[in-house]
């Protein structure tokens, strides 16, 4: 009997810490803007504000990422070859950095990774206003209004990506 109770506390803490996931993804769902939040941030490389009401009128793809995240990294190929494939429709993606080592770290990867779209600097406010940002990657789809569409936590593959894009833009 006495083994049965660390057995049993364990199997309760596992439980909770299952639930209370759970119960955090559903939270982290419902708490994504329905409209992309206004926000200017500078661009890597160089110091140009970019100001997402710019890109209105636009099908838009928010991405937040990491340098040292590995799945973000890998959906970089991704994101170029979509960037490449949509622009003339009236399509971006907008990359925002979550790293605290300053832009040289970031212009680091563009140049290492070949990135072909703006990726501009974040800070707490901003991953705030989208609803909280709780692990990198992140994606949010953007309607040409800013409305929302979807929102993607993690890796995503190309072919979901393409699919969601190409529906909007059509």
Known sequence: M????PKTRRFIAASLFLLIAILFSAFEVQAAAAQV?????PAVPGNEVIDIRDFRGKVVLVNFWATWCG???QEIPSLNSLQEK???????IIGISLDRGGPAIVEKMINRAGIKYPILLGNTKVSKE????FGVPTSFLLDRSGKVLKKY???V??????NDIGQIIN
């Open 2 to 5: 006495v083994c049965s109770k």
């Open 37 to 41: 939040p206004g926000f200017t941030l």
């Open 157 to 162: 593959t190309h072919s979901v990506f393409e």
């Open 71 to 73: 799945p973000c990294i």
């Open 86 to 92: 949509f622009a003339g429709q009236g399509f971006s």
């Open 130 to 133: 989208f609803g909280g940002i």
């Open 153 to 155: 936590t993690g890796y």
